[in-house]
Each structure stands twice: as structure tokens, then as C-alpha cells.
């Protein structure tokens, strides 16, 4: 068994994510705000690095079926429509479009799993479901990679929390720490640490002190919803979206 994890997408090591099932976690927000998106309807979200990019996007797919969203330093992008909150992601807003998006972390931790065999998006409100995945993976492959988006470049509580919550679901009640590189022990102690209580380890984080300041302490509420939207969400061919039960097995 080999599970690792990477705190930021810098930590990762030359060709770590080739041919691998890399499971991506930014819990404050992007991971939260795109399982949001997607379980009110959205058709799919494309996350690009950068402001310029994701505007010529736009520019080049029908403006009617299309949503800008994004922020930079949880604030959201002068003449996007959205930001980074999931509690924009309503049914009303996002059912049918597309969403072009852009954030500080979570879209370029999505830009570094280039060459994985299969990429997942991960956090609170669908660690059941990407926690199943992640056990599927051990089970045949004895091998997962969880890569957390961070903080600007740096170690982000909220997130190695999220990837010891989410090895624990992994693992399913096997103890052996054997396989694990020295980052998964640490994420699975901080897990252990604060149990299920999410709200702890994001209130307590930098980047939920910075939410809460900003008057965004409602997301992080929301983000600490566990399995509040049971949703599996794929990275693949540069887009985001479901993966449906009966495709859950063959996508693997």
C-alpha cells in the first residue's frame, strides 16, 4: 500500500502524479464551491490559472450559457459573476451553465495533476463519496495520491485535516500506517486530533480566519456540512463534473 500526500502542489516531487489516482482538496473553497455548483446542475466547470485565461474562455463559448466565477484572496474578480462562495452555487443560478473558473489555490492544484490516471475533487461535504473512490483505488491499485491546494504556497490546516479525514474513509478500519510518506502521517493525526468535528480545524486555519474577516464565516459553515452533497466529481479533459453511479466502477 502507498498513500501520499502533498500539502501544496509545490511539495510534489518530478513525475509523483504520473499514472496516478490523484485526489485534489482546496476545503476552503473550491472544493466546496464546486460540489455546490454541480449538485444544483451545473454542466460542468472548467477551472483555468489565471484571470486573462478565463476570460478569453468566455469570449469563446456562447456568453448565455457561461458563468465567470472566481476570486483572488477570497475576494471575487472585478466583473465575474460569481465568485468563490458555494453558497452562490443555487440551482437557480448555475442549472444548465457552464462555469469558467479561476481561485487563488484550488484551480492551480488542479493544473498540477497533468499526467495522473484519474483525478477527483475532494472535501467535506463529499467524503463519503470520495472517500469510496479512495478505498476502490487502495482495494485495486493499492496505491492514491491526495494533493491539498494550500495557502499561497504554504501549508493550509484546513486542508491536511480534509486529507486525513479523507485517507480514514480510504483506509475503512485498517490501522497498518506502512505505505504512508511522513505528510499522510501527519494529515492522519491532525484527523484523529479534532475527529469529526470540522469546524474546528477551519475556524481554526488562516484561511477561515481570513473567511470569517471578510464576513464569509457562512461558508465555512457550510464547508463542515459533512456529506451535505453526496457527489463523486471527476477532473478530466480539463473539466469538472459528475461521475454518475453507473460509471463509478469503469472510471477507475
Known amino acids: 500500500m502507498r498513500i501520499d500526500v502533498a500539502f501544496t502542489p509545490a511539495d510534489l516531487a518530478g513525475g509523483e502524479v504520473a499514472g496516478r489516482t490523484v485526489f485534489v482538496i482546496d476545503v476552503l473553497r473550491a472544493s466546496t464551491t464546486i460540489c455546490a455548483a454541480l449538485a444544483h446542475g451545473a454542466r460542468g466547470i472548467i477551472p483555468v490559472p489565471s484571470i486573462e485565461e478565463a476570460m478569453r474562455l468566455a469570449q469563446t463559448l456562447d456568453r448565455r450559457e457561461v458563468l465567470l466565477a472566481g476570486e483572488r484572496h477570497a475576494t471575487r474578480i472585478e466583473g465575474f459573476d460569481l465568485g468563490n462562495s458555494p453558497l452562490e452555487m443555487t440551482e437557480a443560478v448555475v442549472h444548465g451553465k457552464t462555469i469558467v473558473m479561476t481561485t487563488t489555490n484550488g484551480t492551480r492544484a488542479l493544473q498540477a495533476t497533468t499526467g495522473a490516471a484519474a483525478v477527483y475533487l475532494a472535501g467535506g461535504v463529499n467524503l463519503r463519496a470520495a472517500g469510496a473512490r479512495a478505498r476502490e483505488a487502495l482495494d485495486r491499485q493499492g496505491d492514491m495520491l491526495v494533493l491539498c491546494a494550500g495557502r499561497e504556497g504554504h501549508f493550509g490546516l484546513d486542508d491536511a485535516y480534509a486529507a486525513g479525514r479523507l485517507i480514514l474513509a480510504a483506509l475503512a478500519g485498517r490501522r497498518s500506517r506502512r505505505g504512508m510518506n511522513d505528510s499522510a502521517l501527519v494529515a ?8 469529526p468535528r470540522w469546524l474546528q480545524p477551519l475556524t481554526a486555519s488562516r484561511a477561515g480566519q481570513d473567511l470569517v ?4 464565516r457562512e461558508d465555512i459553515v457550510y464547508a463542515a456540512q459533512e456529506d451535505h452533497l ?3 466529481v471527476q477532473f478530466l479533459d480539463r473539466r469538472l463534473s459528475l461521475v454518475s453511479a453507473s460509471l463509478a466502477g469503469a472510471n477507475l
Open 188 to 195: 492522519l493525526d491532525l484527523a484523529r486530533r479534532y475527529g
Open 213 to 216: 474577516d471578510l464576513g464569509f
Open 230 to 232: 453526496p457527489v463523486l
